[in-house]
């Protein structure tokens, strides 16, 4: 009677276990050695990002939003490295600030060239933000010439080593 027991309380703690794993479609991100999405957006002076466009040339990209200060000074410190070095990257940064006003005084702020930056006003909401599955300080990627992630979570001391 005991193995009876024991078999009935193993099979019972099986199944609730088993009704609990989350069946839904969990986006997964994107990691080096994979291909970029493309990622189409309006720029602040009516440009437009597509980063299709910039197929042969290396790209740093960079997620923020003005109310995530790592985030914030991590975009900035890349934009300085880059605009420094005369590195033959270029630069793009995509913000997930829903306040437009406040995503643009960040950039004079920040002393940002405005063709580099882009915003995304849906914020967390955005497919972007959800298919690269960003949290509290973001991502960046260095893409490389044929849209492969070559790093992720890029700082100016990886740069060094990495271009």
Known sequence: MKYVNFCLAAIISLLLMS???????TSIGYYPGEQIPNIVLSGLEGQHL???????????????????????????QLYNYLKENE?????????FDE???VFERTVLLDKIDLN?????????????YKDFQLRKGFKSYLIDETGVITAMNVTPEKLKVLL
Do not use: M, P
């Open 87 to 95: 590195a033959d990257v270029t630069f793009l940064s995509v913000s």
């Open 50 to 76: 597509d980063l299709s466009e910039h197929q042969g040339k290396k790209v740093v990209l960079s997620f923020w939003a003005a109310y995530d200060a790592q985030s914030r000074a991590s975009n900035v």
């Open 19 to 25: 009704s609990s794993i989350k069946t839904d479609k």
């Open 99 to 101: 306040n437009r006003n």
């Open 116 to 128: 580099s930056q882009f915003c995304d006003e849906n914020g967390t909401n955005s497919e972007i």
